[in-house]
Structure formats: C-alpha cells, structure tokens
Nanobody, 124 residues
C-alpha cells in the first residue's frame, strides 16, 4: 500500500485544517487506516483510527471532540478534519494503514504502511 499525505500548513490557534491521505495498491475497504503525529523531540503518538468500512473510529484523548477522521472508500482517501487547533497540535502528521486484526492500534508497531508525513504548525 502506498500512502500520500497532504494538507498540512501554518494556521493560527483556533483555526482548522483538513489533512488527506491518498492510498493505492490495495482495496481501501480491506485495511484499517489511521493518523499519528510526531512533535520535535517526542515519540510518534496515536491520533485517530478508523475501521475498514468506516463504521467505527477512535481518538486520542488530546484530540477528542476537535478532530474527526473519515474515509472515502470510493476515492481511496483518508481524511482528518482538525478544528480548534492548539499550539500543542504542532507536529508532523503521518497516515498509516494496517491489515492486522486484533492488534493495539495505539502502537506504531501495529501499523504496516506509512505515508511520508505532512507538517502542521499552529501558532499562538
């Protein structure tokens, strides 16, 4: 699976951005998709994940209520709508994919495929 993330940029605190991740190489409805982020000097952390058919999703506590993950199985594209952005959200955001079942999706090691990352900078 090849993943291509886009949509990052510079935004003021309180603003919004929508990240996209285009996938190729495998039927989109057969893989679980997610977003991670990595801030300077910190480990990569889980942000959100969505089930194969898009019926279930999950979020890190730090973004719950502000971020929304969706996927379009026709366009083979994953999205992350980010609202009420805070300076603490500044990081490189990575989309990821996995075909594994019954795995801890909060752990980067559980994911098989990664996009190249897109930088989100939130100014105060």
């Amino acid at each position: 699976v090849q993943l291509q993330a886009s949509g990052g940029g510079l935004v003021q605190a309180g603003g919004s951005l929508r990240l996209s991740c285009a996938a190729a190489g495998r039927a989109f409805s057969t893989i679980t998709m997610g977003w991670f982020r990595q801030a300077p000097g910190k480990e990569r952390e889980f942000v959100s994940a969505i089930s194969r058919r898009g019926g279930k999703d999950g979020y890190a506590d730090s973004v719950k209520g502000r971020f929304t993950i969706t996927k379009d199985n026709v366009k083979n594209t994953l999205y992350l709508q980010m609202n009420s952005l805070e300076p603490e959200d500044t990081a490189i955001y990575y989309c990821a994919a996995t075909s594994r079942l019954y795995t801890d999706l909060h752990q980067p090691a559980s994911w098989d495929f990664w996009g190249q990352g897109t930088l989100v900078t939130v100014s105060s």
